[in-house]
């Protein structure tokens, strides 16, 4: 099982533009999400789904959208790039959108930076 | 406000040595306390998970103590391989977080082993 894939691994894009971060889980878990790490800061919530067809906001959602319309795949769009948004993109999945202490399996990440 | 924090920040043994990390979290209540392995350039990989009723939970080398009481945490690395030198990061979910599934991070550990 190849367990969590992101694509692209790096990214560089001008302000304004936008563009899709890829997501894909192979586990047939039901609960998959977005984070991003930043230096100086904890892991922080984009977005979430806890099923197919089901999405919603996390912690800092301003800036992005998600869809979900299958089980494997959770792709996060950048609708107009800014500068803020130069961060380290980590998509995780977990087997049950209800049970408390599953853990997560995390994606290698995205690398982007906005110029 | 919910908080974790790790001490130390930063830290080097020598190959085979002992070493123990600390996590304190002012989460209450909580659910579940996590510590999560981060390589460079790697997206974290679940190490432990403790209810708020366990005590302590092991993964091979790695064992994880919890004391609900004094809102401690530790996660102690026995006989530690240069495989070992990554970041460690403690996480705690709070028993509210709901369908948010809004998990607490700390800042992590950097943990380099040298031969």
């Known amino acids: 099982n190849a367990g969590v894939t992101q694509t692209p691994k790096f990214q560089v894009l001008k302000t304004g533009q936008s563009m899709t971060l890829q997501c894909a889980q192979d586990m047939n878990h039901e609960y998959m999400s977005w984070y991003r790490q930043d230096p100086g800061m904890g892991l922080r919530l984009i977005h979430y789904?806890?099923?197919?067809?089901?999405?919603d906001q996390g912690e800092v959602p301003n800036g992005y959208n998600v869809s979900r319309s299958t089980t494997e795949d959770f792709p996060l769009r950048l609708l107009s790039a800014a500068p803020s948004q130069t961060s380290v993109y980590f998509c995780a999945s977990s087997y049950s959108a209800r049970e408390n202490n599953q853990p997560q399996h995390f994606g290698d990440g995205t690398r982007l930076s906005i110029l | 406000k919910n908080q974790v924090e790790q001490s130390p920040q930063s830290l080097i043994i020598l190959e085979g040595k002992n070493c123990t990390l600390q996590c304190n979290y002012t989460v209450s209540p909580f659910s579940n306390l996590r510590w999560y392995k981060q390589d460079t350039g790697r997206g974290p990989v679940s190490l432990t998970i403790m209810t708020f009723s366990e005590n302590t939970k092991s993964n091979g080398r790695y064992t994880a103590t919890l004391d609900a009481d004094t809102k401690q945490s530790s996660l102690h690395i026995t006989a530690s391989q240069l495989s070992d030198s990554a970041s460690y990061i403690c996480?705690?979910?709070?028993?509210?977080?709901?369908?948010?599934?809004?998990?607490?991070w700390g800042l992590g550990t950097s943990l380099a082993v040298n031969p």
């Open positions: 789904s806890v099923g197919a067809g089901i999405t």
């Open positions: 996480v705690v979910r709070p028993a509210n977080a709901g369908n948010n599934r809004k998990l607490i």
